[in-house]
């Protein structure tokens, strides 16, 4: 798609702008990583919620994609793209209608299940429109949002196999809660930890079950770490394509002060709009445009250090800036590292991709507001 912009900073703000060289240097690393260690790599898309960007990761060498909600599996089908799995249980029969309507034009559809109730749910819908489907075990390991507890999985997998509709594929744990442990060693060793538990379910669930293959696993924090789990097949990271100060500010394998594995490669553009108070200047960037949770927004150029944001309510934010640096004139473009980047992401219906400061392409957030 072309755009009659040229430069960046010429574009309307807020804007996204997505840094491809970043990018591509994102999506060719963990990919490396990946083939280099023999596993899967199934990313995300509940973070960039875009498809074209999913298409990217396939080419690099994904072998699926990951959806948090069906109807983000619905723009993802609808978009040509297939190997979804959904990663949260769907517990309602309008809801597991709507699943099975994605599975009938794509039999490759996977989800999760973490209860009884619905999986008799989906066993009834599956049965009545004479269709059968792969399912993976949620297993919690310790951020107890979904899944079972390890010591009930292979109870509720006897009810998955007592089910001719549901091949039982293997298992998923998500260890959210370690993800952003600042620390290296002690991220890795909670990681290491935690999904230990789920090993011992895989490991069981292999000994009698011969489709159970798969170990879905790891997010961006730990993804080096989880590598070295024999057990785990396939990576289900989602951050490491955009990042965002939230991650940034947590330590690598390479920096103990910093997560240098990755780089920014998502940048949120705000403008100067007032300048008439003492220590500080208001631009157009607010809690509309910029989520308010996880790190500290920061922003790039070495000019603007000195410079701090803070949000400045639902359309602006305010720019401090310390006595060092002369305030920022009207009209005056700031590039900013976000604090959270999937909710952010959720805010705009497009990433400008840049090389550069050259606007290269524009690609659609078509999963955006996609929360069922
Ligand atoms: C179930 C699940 N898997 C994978 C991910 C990806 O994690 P990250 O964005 O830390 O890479 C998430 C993110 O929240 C998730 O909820």
């Known amino acids: 798609m072309n755009t009659s912009v040229q430069n960046k900073f010429d574009l309307d703000t807020p804007c996204l702008v997505l840094d491809m060289d970043v990018l591509e240097h994102n999506l060719q690393k963990m990919q490396a990583v990946a083939n280099r260690t023999g596993k899967n790599l199934r990313p995300h898309a509940k973070t960039h919620k875009c498809s074209e960007l999913a298409k990217r990761q396939i080419e690099v060498g994904a072998s699926g994609v990951c959806a948090a909600k069906v109807s983000e599996a619905e723009a993802l ?19 597991i209608k709507r699943l099975v309507d994605i599975l009938v034009k794509d039999p490759s559809l996977m989800t999760v299940v973490d209860h009884r109730k619905s999986i008799a749910l989906l066993d009834a819908e599956l049965r009545e429109r004479g269709q059968s489907m792969d399912v993976l075990l949620d297993v919690d390991v310790g951020l107890h949002r979904t899944g079972v507890r390890p010591s009930n999985a292979l109870e509720l997998a006897d009810d998955i196999l007592s089910r001719p509709s549901l091949r039982l594929r293997g298992i998923q744990a998500y260890a959210g809660q370690v993800q952003h442990i600042r620390s290296y060693d002690a991220r890795r060793t909670a990681s290491l930890k935690c999904l230990g538990e789920a090993v011992s379910v895989i490991r069981e669930l292999r000994a009698t079950v011969e489709s159970c293959s798969i170990f879905s696993s790891s997010g961006t924090g730990t993804f080096d770490m989880d590598l070295a789990i024999p057990e785990v097949t396939e990576l289900q990271v989602g951050s490491y394509t955009c990042m965002d100060m939230e991650y940034l500010a947590i330590g690598s394998a390479e920096d103990s002060t910093r997560f240098a594995s990755f780089g920014p490669a998502l940048r949120l553009l705000t403008t100067v709009v007032s300048r008439n108070q003492k220590g500080f200047v208001t631009v157009d960037a607010g809690l509309k445009s910029l989520y308010k949770h996880g790190g500290v927004p920061a922003i790039i150029g070495s000019e603007h250090s000195g410079m701090v944001y803070d949000w400045f309510g639902d359309e602006y934010g305010k720019v401090i800036c310390s006595d060092k640096v002369e305030l920022p004139s009207i009209g ?3 590039e900013l590292v976000t604090s959270h980047c999937d909710p952010t992401i959720n805010l705009f219906d497009c990433y400008y991709l840049t090389r550069g400061a050259e606007v290269i392409d524009v690609w659609p957030i078509d999963l955006r507001g996609c929360s069922q």
């Not at 089908?77 to 309602?92: M, R």
Request: net charge positive; glycine share 14%.
């Open 332 to 334: 005056t473009v700031l």
């Open 77 to 95: 089908q609808k978009a040509g793209l297939s190997g979804i799995l959904i990663t949260g249980p769907v517990a309602t029969p309008k809801k």
